[in-house]
């Protein structure tokens, strides 16, 4: 029998080294490197490939770019306008999906919903490695789906499922999940690196010789360590991310690769009694407020992928006890905020360095962007000073060094999504001032922080 050989591939980017190394020369991170027994048996360098159909290896002829026939590749729907919106418009026959996340986050409530839908208009096939079917049936049935059109699989061996599938050639296949699949010709335990990143590139393989969309399930360790989803994103064509806070209901699910259409695509959803349902119109969850107004709340509009998201941020500022004041930021940046606090020190003359400031943006949403800096600012100045904001003011703004108000990208959507809320006040940049007049909408430009000041 020949020698098993192995190789070393870092965890946190996928690039394979010959022998062991302290630092990964590729993304220079520590102690990232972990051992992939290759199969002896089939000797390539990258393990074993799904070799079902031979037609492969004869369509691969050179040929000019135009000549490529793209209308061979139409999307369908997967029945789901959120996860649409995020895959960039649908599903793309022949992609590989995966759905990453922590456990409990409900991606598999999400693709067992998807998949009972799709059943009725096609072909779809889950196969289940982590609950049993019975989990999953009764799972279906509380949540009323429509059960007779699915074919189920319990089954954790990648080249079974592969045959499997070759007979029922489902057109969607879900494999939940890909840490419990293994290979026979693999000498390491499911989980580890050299199985799951064995096991997608064969699965992926098939998926693209089969013309079928195979959805990958895959959990995110908090340290994002051991066969974390980075090994695989290189292979994959989307790599979806379901996040959610575990105190909160609301799921957003965003994409982080697309080959397909645009990332930073955000899908909003709940998770109720009865499974994950869609929220089409974001901004009336993230900002149910009370009636009355508060000190240190300020509403923003943040620009998601396509299309424009109320929130509501929130600021408390109160005396320090502490030698370092605390600065903790919920939702958006830490460093942001420090840099925040000094440029309104500086250029508004408003000291904070006794005070602890919190920052949070309800509902549990991660704010990314800089539009979000003039919010943060005025929510602080408005705990700060225990003055409360008009009820139907919005604002955004990113905030410069020197004290400048810079314009944001999508200004005028922005303004209008707010006047749809009901918002008549609107504190922007000077760059951002729509051309024409929004009906019921009182839009004031600033271009230094010390205007914004004055106009609250
Ligand atoms: P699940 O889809 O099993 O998560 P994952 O596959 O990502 O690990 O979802 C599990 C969580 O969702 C569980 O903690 C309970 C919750 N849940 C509900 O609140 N309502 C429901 O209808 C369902 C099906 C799950
Ligand atoms: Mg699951």
Not at 158 to 177: G, L, N, R, Y
Request: glycine share 10%.
């Amino acid at each position: 029998m020949a020698k098993a050989k192995s190789a070393y591939v870092c965890n946190e980017c996928g690039a394979d080294y010959s022998k062991w190394m302290g630092q990964c020369t590729a993304c220079n991170a520590w102690n990232s490197l972990s051992e992939v027994r290759l199969s002896a048996a089939k000797g390539s360098a990258r393990g074993a490939r799904y070799e079902g159909y031979a037609g492969g290896a004869v369509q691969n002829r050179v040929q000019s770019l135009a000549d490529v026939n793209v209308a061979e590749t139409p999307r369908f729907s997967s029945g789901t306008q959120e996860l649409d919106r995020v895959l960039g418009g649908g599903l793309v026959p022949g992609s590989a999906i995966l759905i990453g996340g922590e456990p409990g986050a409900g991606k598999s409530t999400l693709l067992l919903q998807t998949m009972c839908h799709l059943a009725s208009v096609m072909p779809a096939l889950y196969i289940t490695g982590e609950e049993s079917l019975q989990q999953v049936a009764l799972r279906a049935r509380r949540l009323g789906l429509p059960v007779d059109k699915l074919q189920m699989l319990s089954e954790t061996s990648v080249e079974q499922i592969c045959t499997i599938a070759e007979q029922h050639t489902p057109k969607v296949m879900v494999i939940d999940s890909i840490q419990v699949m293994h290979m026979a010709d693999v000498q390491s335990a499911p989980g580890s690196v050299s199985q799951v990143r064995e096991s997608a590139a064969y699965l992926t393989c098939f998926a693209k010789q089969t013309n079928t969309v195979l959805f990958l399930v895959g959990h995110v360790t908090k340290d994002g360590t051991l066969a974390g989803p980075k090994v695989l994103e290189h292979m994959i064509d989307c790599s979806l991310q379901l996040e959610g806070s575990g105190d909160s209901r609301f799921r957003t699910l965003r994409s982080h690769k697309n080959r397909f259409g645009a990332v930073n695509e955000l899908g909003v959803f709940a998770m109720m009694e009865n499974g994950l349902k869609e929220v089409k119109n974001p901004s009336a969850i993230f900002l149910s407020r009370t009636e009355e107004s508060s000190p240190g709340s300020v509403v923003m509009v943040v620009w998601e992928g396509t299309r424009p998201i109320l929130v509501e941020i929130q600021a408390l500022v109160d005396q320090s006890h502490m030698n370092n004041p605390r600065r903790v930021a919920v939702g958006l940046e830490q460093n942001r905020l420090a840099m925040l606090l000094a440029v309104l020190h500086r250029h508004g003359g408003l000291m904070t360095g006794d005070q602890d400031v919190f920052v949070n943006v309800v509902g549990g949403v991660k704010v990314l962007e800089t539009g979000a800096d003039l919010a943060l600012l005025l929510a602080v100045v408005s705990s700060f000073r225990d003055m409360p904001l008009a009820q139907d003011l919005m604002v955004f703004g990113e905030v410069g060094l020197s004290g400048e108000i810079r314009p944001v990208p999508n200004g005028q959507e922005r303004i209008r999504e707010a006047a749809k809320h009901g918002f008549r006040r609107a504190i922007v940049p000077k760059g951002n001032v729509p051309k024409e007049a929004i009906p019921g909408m009182e839009v004031v430009a600033v271009s230094r922080l010390s205007d914004a000041l004055d106009a609250v």
